[in-house]
């Protein structure tokens, strides 16, 4: 028994929103040749994966440090097929510190646990790049004491 060919992708080619490659991937789609790669922001962030396309294709990323995947990535341009990226939405842990001391104190753990995170306001959110849970077990000391509280819960 033979194992199935790996698709080595090294390259990244330009943005599939662009001028001629827009074009090209548009008809490609058309054609029902567009092969989709969804990947986490997290995996983005990655230069070396293994992933299947939305078509089966089995594909061994492996790209240099200066490049990034972002959304619209093309991966692979031929004649009669294309890979491109689509990035997943990112879902966000909402959370809203008692006062500056708690903001503070939470600031720097999540920063310790290097997660991502963004500002709306007076909220933390904190990118989920795993299961939700895992978050909330490591924030729970934080819940309990009432330092700080979900933003959903108001």
Not at 35 to 59: P, Y
Not at 116 to 136: C, H, K, M, T, W
Request: glycine letters at 6%; charged letters at 30%; proline letters at 1%.
């Amino acid at each position: 028994m033979y194992a199935a060919a790996v698709l080595h992708l090294n390259h990244i080619l330009g943005n599939a929103s662009g001028g001629e490659m827009a074009e090209k991937i548009h008809r490609l789609s058309h054609a029902g040749s567009l092969e989709k790669i969804e990947l986490s922001a997290a995996d983005t962030a990655r230069k070396r994966l293994r992933v299947t396309t939305d078509k089966g294709t089995d594909c061994a990323i492996a790209l240099n440090r200066e490049l990034s995947l972002e959304n619209g990535s093309v991966l692979l341009l031929e004649d009669e097929r294309a890979i491109v990226v689509r990035m997943l939405e990112t879902e966000w842990l909402r959370i809203v510190p008692a006062d500056q001391a708690a903001a503070l104190e939470l600031g720097y753990f999540v920063g310790n646990l290097h997660w991502r995170v963004r500002f709306a306001s007076e909220i933390l959110e904190i990118a989920l790049d795993g299961p939700e849970q895992n978050y909330l077990d490591r924030l729970a000391a934080h819940f309990a004491d009432g330092r700080a509280r979900r933003a959903d819960d108001e």
